[in-house]
């Protein structure tokens, strides 16, 4: 499985449906599901949790735990679907996840971090990768994240997803912590030079094809968030540009046709129309009428008895669109 060009997960936005409509417009970016937590998967409703379409492989499943012995329990279940990869995260800083002992603060404890991959490794045939920062709080030094890198490559992961912005887990929020402190790429430049025989994938501040490609001059991979959901359509020269398929780049309204077929069998077994149509609303970023199809789906999608009649009608308030 090529990591080249990765779709990072997010809470609240990257469920299966976002992952499907995703997959509509790239064939081999590595889709990513929201964190999902140990807890949830063991004392919670599993399947709701776990439940993929067969259509949006390949796709990573991130945990967050820092118990080796539920998270072994949790890849056992996990390992019943049709996952690509388990990525344990150790980036998160929101409270919630401090709270749970999981997140960034894995990094402040890479024995534990190393305990629980190893763990993973031991019971699950699939890859094991980590998500974490290059440091958090005032554990920001290179020697503190080559040491964490060490700890955990040692018990056998292989690839390291890295954020590269450190994690500050007191005074700023989560959507903070993606912004304000400062983004050092050369820090993971470096990391790729002393571990040579690791897989390293970039993450944080990458918003065009081009920054990718950039980046991929030195490293491994790259991952993508906030701009990959905010303007999906920047997905579209990935399975050309990334990963050089002789293919043409497909149509916005050719995106938006196949997903209303998607749409149209989720609400046939029940799926409100708004939990899906909400992954779309940048789809026509840049064209012509793309504000009025937002501000159509959104004020009409949400309605208790809204039918796929809504998207229709919004589609057709954008140039271009059918």
Known sequence: MSRKFCVAPMMNWTDRHCRSFMRLISDTAILYTEMITSGALLYGDADYHLQMDEDES????????????????????????????????????????QNGMFGAVMMKNAKLTAECVSSLLNSSQLPITVKHRIGVDDFDSYEFLCDFIGTVSDVGCKTFIIHARKAWLQ???????????????????????????????????????????????????????????????????????????????????????????????????????????????GLFRGVKGAKRFRRYLSENAYSANASIDVLYKALSKTEGAT
């Open 58 to 97: 390949p796709v990573a499943l991130q945990l967050g735990g820092s118990d080796p012995k539920e998270l072994a329990k949790c890849s056992n279940l996990v390992d019943k679907y049709d996952y690509s990869e388990i990525n344990l995260n150790c980036g998160c800083p929101s409270d919630r996840v």
């Open 171 to 281: 005074g700023l929020s989560p959507k903070q912590n993606r912004e304000i402190p400062e983004l050092n790429y050369d820090r993971v430049y470096q990391l790729k030079n002393d571990f040579p025989d690791l897989e390293i994938v970039i993450n944080g501040g990458i918003s065009s094809i081009e920054d990718s490609i950039n980046h991929l001059k030195v490293l491994d991979g790259v991952m993508v968030g906030r701009e990959a959901y905010t303007n999906p359509y920047f997905l579209a020269e990935v399975d050309q540009r990334i990963y050089g398929l002789d293919k043409p780049v497909i149509k916005r309204e050719e995106i938006a046709e196949k997903f209303c077929i998607y749409i149209d069998n989720e609400m046939r077994k029940g799926t409100k129309l708004h939990a899906m149509t909400r992954h779309m609303l």
